[in-house]
């Protein structure tokens, strides 16, 4: 069974965290290091960014470590090639995220492939249209079985977000806020209001909050409505530390805190 | 028949789309389901008319060239697009989509621009409408283009930098999708060229194709022919190439010809001639043929006309280049130059660098006496003083 199903099917109302850093920041070969020490300071799933050169849904910190990752030579088949080690390693589900302009290049089937071979679960790509998704690549996530991961946001339309769940098959990503990543969350009547509306449409897929969840607070209000919530910029600002080695199991314990619930 | 038109899904052939992040989807979706419907009621059509002709100056002349007809041995008109307001084609763009901004209850304008012509032309329309205007522009720009920087400042804009990636005309064009992504209800982002998610590049391509049915009406009266043999443009995302093209073609018998920066030459490294060096994939939005790397990197291109190194192309001329329907030619940086000094000494006429690429086409072909060639001069030279004194030394 695909680990993310797995996973959200056996929390047992434990809540999730996800980390989200770009492959190739801050030093091109740190991918399975970082990954194992966060499956260590516990983790529960990783989003592992492919950088791309025009990254427009996200605010200046992961377009940053995009860049710099560039420049240390990271490509989506250096990745892969890094990525064969990934399960002798790690056990929790591992996302891929990144534009489609790499993927197209790459090639789709070859993509999926690629993913299906080193153990990677699912893909996150903001600017896949869903159309294209299901008229020309679902018969091939399908056959890989590679979970696709739509996106929603507070203006997504309900028919739009039921069409959406009829066509996940991990989770769904609640974007929290009208926002590129980075901006930290407000907790606002407006955001709440989004949260239990959503939580409310009792989706078949497992709800996971993302952009602007940058400490426990974020983590916990999200938490209030949905199964797991993303952590991204927040975790690639201390990647600029030079000990951010040695940071990253306090961060994560400090933003789950004491989660029980 | 060929139809050369997006079709009702939004694509080109194989290129075109709305290759966009979810948190942009509402907006793109609004402006699919209402642009047509907006253009085409009469209360609008008689706006943008009465905009393109009081205010722009439309019709805008079609000149033959007499001189420089006889040097190259044809009929040579030249569409005067430099003659409009604000000194270039932008401005059919920004007239029409700010009076749909407005019909759409927008009060915030965002744009983008390389040169600084279309935030000049963002910015006008601004003032004239009484909008809040932001034009991102990247900050190597900035520096390049200070005339043009004042100018916007002068009517009002706020211009903001733009320090990504290469801090030029794509990251302006990243930093405001990203805006927009950020304010997306009062919000209404004018796209400058016929690129973009779908419906931008048929919107853009409908607002500039008053070129060509311009041409159409000031040929006949001229010609006593609707159609010329050839018509030529330059192109870097398109809008005016589209623009002079869109009426021409189904006249399977006009030549249509885009020109390209190819820079310092088209394998020197250092040039923006797409139809060339570019492979098919997604840029701002669509699908095209891009400037990219193996692994799907967008490459920066280079020109010395600021307003046509663009790593890509508009679908619609992706889509045309595929299927032959249009020539796409590489006319370098020296070309262009020699080109523009030539049309300034036969003609009293300072082009703009990027019109002066479709002209040193011109230098290329072989005519017959009776041909009628149409060129797109599409922006007058003023802002290119400098590099025209530098490079010649005057």
């Known amino acids: ?261 | 028949m060929n139809n050369y038109q997006v079709n009702e899904k939004g694509y080109y052939g194989d290129f075109g789309g709305a290759y966009i992040p979810e948190m942009m989807y509402p907006n793109i979706e609004e402006l699919r389901l209402r642009y047509l419907e907006i253009i085409n009621e009469n209360s609008f059509k008689k706006e943008f008319e009465q905009l393109l002709k009081d205010y722009v100056g439309r019709p805008s002349p079609l000149y033959l060239a007499k001189r420089l007809s006889d040097k190259y041995g044809a009929n040579i008109f030249l569409k005067r697009e430099d003659l409009n307001h604000t000194g270039a084609h932008k401005i059919n763009n920004t007239i029409g989509q700010i009076l749909l901004a407005k019909r759409l209850g927008k009060r915030r304008i965002i744009a983008e621009t390389g040169a600084g012509q279309h935030g000049v032309a963002t910015a006008t329309v601004c003032a004239l409408m009484g909008m809040e205007c932001v034009v991102y522009m990247g900050e190597i720009d900035i520096e390049r283009q200070a005339p043009n920087v004042a100018r916007m400042k002068m009517m009002g804009a706020e211009v903001r930098p733009a320090r990504s990636g290469s801090k030029t005309l794509k990251d302006a064009t990243n930093e405001a999708m990203r805006d927009w992504i950020n304010n997306p209800v009062d919000t209404h982002y004018i796209i400058g060229s016929v690129v973009g998610p779908h419906p931008y590049p048929d919107m853009v391509a409908r607002f500039q194709s008053v070129i060509s049915a311009e041409t159409r009406k000031q040929l006949l009266e001229k010609t006593g022919k609707e159609t010329p043999d050839y018509a030529l443009a330059c192109v870097g995302g398109g809008s005016n190439a589209i623009g002079m093209f869109y009426h021409f073609l189904e006249d399977e018998n006009v030549q249509l010809i885009a020109a390209e920066a190819a820079g310092k030459g088209v394998d020197s490294g250092h040039s923006a001639a797409t139809s060339v060096l570019g492979k098919e994939g997604v840029l701002h939005g669509s699908r095209t043929i891009l400037m990219q790397t193996d692994d799907g990197q967008v490459i920066e291109p280079y020109s010395i006309s600021a307003g046509l190194d663009y790593p890509g192309i508009g679908p619609q001329h992706a889509f045309l280049h595929k299927i032959g329907r249009t020539k796409y030619v590489s006319i370098t940086d020296e070309e262009a130059m020699q080109a523009g000094l030539l049309l300034t000494r036969l003609e009293g006429i300072i082009p703009a660098i990027e019109s002066a690429h479709a002209l040193a086409q011109l230098e290329k072909m072989s005519f017959a006496r009776e041909d009628v060639v149409v060129v797109c001069l599409s922006g007058r030279g003023d802002k290119d003083l400098d590099n025209y004194m530098k490079y010649f030394n005057f």
């Open chain 1, 1 to 261: 069974m695909n680990r993310i199903k797995q996973l959200f099917e056996n929390r047992n109302n434990r809540k999730l965290l996800s980390i989200y850093f770009t492959a190739g920041y801050p030093h091109l070969d740190d991918t399975l290091q970082l990954a194992k020490i966060l499956e260590d300071s516990g983790v529960d799933f990783l989003e592992i960014g492919f950088p791309y050169s025009d990254p427009v849904a996200d605010g200046p910190i992961i377009q940053y470590s995009s860049e710099e990752a560039l420049k240390n030579g990271m490509s989506l088949a250096y990745l892969f090639s890094q990525l064969k080690e990934l399960r002798k390693h790690i056990k929790i589900p591992v996302l891929l995220m990144g534009y489609v302009n790499p993927m197209l290049q790459y090639g789709v089937e070859h993509f999926c492939q690629s993913c299906a071979e080193v153990g990677v679960d699912g893909i996150i790509v903001p600017d896949m249209p869903m159309y294209e998704y299901e008229e020309l690549y679902q018969e091939t996530f399908k056959k890989y079985g590679i979970s696709n991961i739509f996106l929603i946001t507070p203006q997504t339309a309900v028919e739009r977000i039921r069409k959406i769940d009829d066509l996940s098959t991990g989770f769904i990503y609640m974007v929290s806020s009208y926002a590129t990543t980075g901006k930290n969350l407000t907790v606002s009547e407006e955001t709440t209001a989004y949260f239990k509306r959503t939580k409310g449409l009792n989706l078949k897929n497992p709800l996971v909050v993302g952009f602007g969840i940058a400490d426990h607070a974020s983590f916990e209000h999200a938490l209030q409505y949905a199964d797991a919530a993303i952590v991204g910029s927040a975790f690639v600002r201390l990647l600029s530390q030079s000990d951010y080695l040695q940071q990253i199991p306090s961060f994560i314990e400090g933003i789950k805190g004491d989660v029980v619930v």
